[in-house]
């Protein structure tokens, strides 16, 4: 079973700054890993697959990277609605989720 | 555009078979690239993946919940639907059906809430 581990649990910035998220695997899963986004009450949304893609619709400022075991989700200039929980996917054993990791103002 | 919505009763008693569906618009669940799956979320919790079924009718499934669910479809109705067996109070969530391609959830439901209680 392959494990993944976000770090950290809670991401503490402002309107305007860099945000960094973390998320490592317990073996090596190449490139096949995603990154939602779930606002509050909200369904989650698809922001990343294959480590670096982005999805239609998503806006620049969220990239992707990283491969085998550690990548990481930067939001370049944090905006109001990017203020949410973010969980990492991988898709090698039948998507099990990472733990997540909320960004809070 | 895709639409996923899933109905069902939103309480169930312990015991009981929690039997869910979701309806697809916009899109066939015949489509030969794409799975049709289910997740959920525990109150407060993150996000727990359940299964998946292809239009060949395979089946995947998360191997802690593996002998106490089933997932089919019926593509008359472009429907898919999830039955769980045995709930307890810790199947208490909301409840996503997705569409999965190349492994990844990139539709999702707006989730069902079903809770388990006597």
């Known amino acids: 079973e392959i494990v993944l581990t976000q770090s950290p649990a809670t991401l503490s910035l402002s309107p305007g700054e860099r945000a960094t998220l973390s998320c490592r695997a317990s073996q090596s899963i190449n490139y096949y890993l995603a990154w939602y986004q779930q606002r509050p009450g909200q369904a989650p949304r698809l922001l990343i697959y294959d480590a670096s893609n982005r999805a239609t619709g998503i806006p620049a400022r969220f990239s992707g990277s990283g491969s085998g075991t550690d990548f990481t989700l930067t939001i370049s200039s944090l905006e109001p609605e990017d203020f949410a929980v973010y969980y990492c996917?991988?898709?090698?054993?039948?998507?099990?989720f990472g733990g997540g990791t909320k960004v809070e103002i | 555009q895709l639409q996923l919505q899933e109905s069902g009763p939103g309480l169930v008693k312990p015991s009981e078979t929690l039997s869910l569906t979701c309806t697809v618009s916009?899109?066939?669940?015949?489509?030969?690239?794409?799975?049709w799956g289910w997740t959920r979320q525990s109150p407060g919790k993150g996000l727990e993946w359940i299964g998946s079924?292809?239009?060949?009718?395979?089946?995947h499934q998360n191997p802690p919940l593996k002998s106490r669910f089933t997932i089919s479809k019926d593509t008359s109705r472009n429907q898919f639907s999830l039955r769980l067996y045995s709930v307890t109070a810790s199947d208490t969530a909301v409840y996503y059906c997705?569409?999965?391609?190349?492994?990844?959830?990139?539709?999702w439901g707006q989730g069902t809430l079903v809770t388990v209680s006597s």
């Open positions: 079924i292809f239009y060949s009718g395979d089946v």
């Open positions: 996917q991988q898709r090698t054993n039948l998507a099990p």
């Open positions: 997705v569409r999965l391609r190349s492994g990844y959830l990139v539709d």
């Open positions: 916009g899109g066939s669940i015949n489509s030969t690239i794409h799975h």
